[in-house]
């Protein structure tokens, strides 16, 4: 029975491969231009994380969720953070029934299979934090009383730079719930003038239908454990997360929650590339966004303009690269 039970969640390339394709090219008819970024929403979905997208306001960050959560026929829902947020809006509250007199609960935002949450760093940290329990454990906890979320289940959250007026940095804990951070950059000019036709008369996101569902994502997200990694992969892993946290321009490197995520991610990036077993390849393709946001440069490093991103592809270039698979 146990045998049976685990047949449906083994590795289908083909599943895999025709499931990522058909989600980028729906999100791709939306936000021109940014394949990379598209790529790399899906890969955390499938990986059963979380995305923060960060970028200055008018880029498309906001899009981008938005034609995510389209592309599935899934819940989704969008809490738009402010200041006066308050965490119970997000979690849920329990409200007393005169009805039954008793105590019901009233479900939250957070009650969706992906939730877009907007501009997460104009909230106060303590609403914030509502989410933390949420994306690390998959469950809400309300007086007393734990509620389950439903799977597939990922945060996209949306943040402009802290510099901006009216915003609070994210707490190293809340970056640290996050699998990776992708900046959307600006257009360039053909994508630009493509989008002025294309989004000038109406709206993409009303004509996206949904290439997919919940069940295959989660049928797809479970057979990707199975792609192999092998022991010189993930002592490379390891030793670039242990590198980040040597490196003289860094006073907080990489957490070994960092470790486990880079794993659950370069698994999926295979899988992507049409592998069932990861390469070097694949960790270094991945190593600056599931780990730069995770890192705290020194303030000399950051009085000298360089950038997280940079440092840790410096500090992961002192790691010695495996051979073989």
């Known amino acids: 029975m146990d045998a049976q039970r685990r047949m449906p969640d083994r590795l289908d390339l083909d599943l895999v491969t025709r499931t990522t394709r058909a989600m980028q090219a729906a999100i791709g008819r939306?936000?021109?231009?940014?394949?990379?970024?598209?790529?790399l929403a899906v890969l955390v979905l499938l990986a059963g994380g979380h995305l923060l997208v960060e970028d200055v306001p008018g880029v498309g960050k906001t899009m981008l969720a938005k034609a995510l959560g389209r592309?599935?026929?899934?819940?989704?829902?969008?809490?738009q953070f402010t200041p006066d947020l308050l965490p119970s809006d997000i979690t849920g509250v329990s409200v007393f029934n005169q009805e039954t007199h008793d105590f019901e609960f009233k479900p939250g935002g957070v009650f969706a299979n992906i939730v877009v949450g907007d501009e997460i760093n104009r909230a106060s940290p303590k609403t914030q934090s509502a989410l933390?329990?949420?994306?690390?454990?998959?469950?809400?906890?309300?007086?007393?009383?734990?509620?389950?979320?439903?799977?597939?289940?990922?945060?996209?959250?949306?943040?402009?730079?802290i510099e901006m007026e009216g915003t609070y940095p994210l707490p190293e804990a809340q970056r640290d719930r996050f699998m990776a951070r992708i900046e959307m950059g600006y257009p360039?000019?053909?994508?630009?003038?493509?989008?002025?036709?294309?989004?000038?008369t109406q709206n993409p996101l009303s004509s996206l239908r949904p290439v997919t569902n919940g069940a295959t994502i989660v049928h797809v997200a479970?057979?990707?454990?199975?792609?192999?990694v092998s022991a010189?992969?993930?002592?490379?892993?390891?030793?670039?997360?242990?590198?980040?946290?040597?490196?003289?321009?860094?006073?907080?490197?990489?957490?070994?929650?960092?470790?486990?995520?880079l794993l659950r991610?370069?698994?999926?990036?295979?899988?992507?590339?049409?592998?069932?077993?990861?390469?070097?390849?694949?960790?270094?393709?991945?190593?600056?966004?599931?780990?730069?946001?995770?890192?705290?440069?020194t303030s000399q490093a950051r009085m000298a303009g360089r950038r997280a991103g940079d440092v840790v592809t410096a500090a992961s270039k002192t790691v010695a690269v495996p051979t073989g698979r």
């Open 265 to 297: 991610a370069v698994r999926v990036h295979a899988a992507m590339q049409g592998r069932d077993y990861v390469i070097p390849d694949d960790v270094q393709a991945l190593q600056g966004p599931v780990l730069a946001h995770r890192v705290l440069l």
């Open 71 to 79: 592309s599935i026929d899934c819940t989704v829902r969008r809490i």
């Open 222 to 228: 479970q057979s990707l454990r199975d792609v192999y």
């Open 30 to 39: 939306v936000i021109e231009g940014k394949q990379e970024q598209i790529d």
């Open 232 to 261: 010189a992969v993930k002592e490379y892993i390891v030793d670039i997360v242990a590198a980040t946290r040597d490196h003289p321009d860094l006073k907080l490197g990489a957490s070994p929650r960092a470790g486990l995520q």
């Open 188 to 200: 360039t000019r053909g994508a630009e003038l493509e989008m002025l036709d294309s989004h000038g």
């Open 132 to 161: 933390l329990e949420a994306m690390e454990e998959r469950q809400v906890s309300v007086d007393g009383v734990t509620h389950h979320l439903e799977p597939p289940f990922m945060v996209v959250a949306t943040q402009n730079p």
